[in-house]
């Protein structure tokens, strides 16, 4: 089919589609970058996490005759999430 001879309409037809199918790219590479972030964030607050428990469960020794209640690093962990959503920052 020639120039001529095409409807008016389907230029901006193959121009609608590329932007379609370009925002469709556009929202695959987004989602694809949030997933790459969770998996960077999610072993670093694994790592934090067991930071936190390894400096509870050592306290004890460095503090001397001072006791560390059991459930220290978990009220501590569960205050920094409290914390978070307080803020407005958590889901």
Known sequence: MTAARRPAGSQSF??????????FQRTRMSAD????SIARTAPSLIGFGFTIFHFFRSLPESAGAQVVPAGAARDF???????????????
Do not use: E, I, W, Y
């Not at 193959?14 to 925002?23: A, I, K, V, Y």
């Not at 970058?33 to 790459?36: G, I, K, P, S, W």
């Not at 920094?80 to 407005?88: Q, S, T, W």
């Open 14 to 23: 193959l121009l609608g589609s590329r932007r379609t199918r370009l925002s």
């Open 33 to 36: 970058r949030t997933l790459m």
């Open 77 to 91: 962990g569960a205050t920094l999430v409290a914390h978070r959503r307080a803020d407005g920052h958590g889901p």
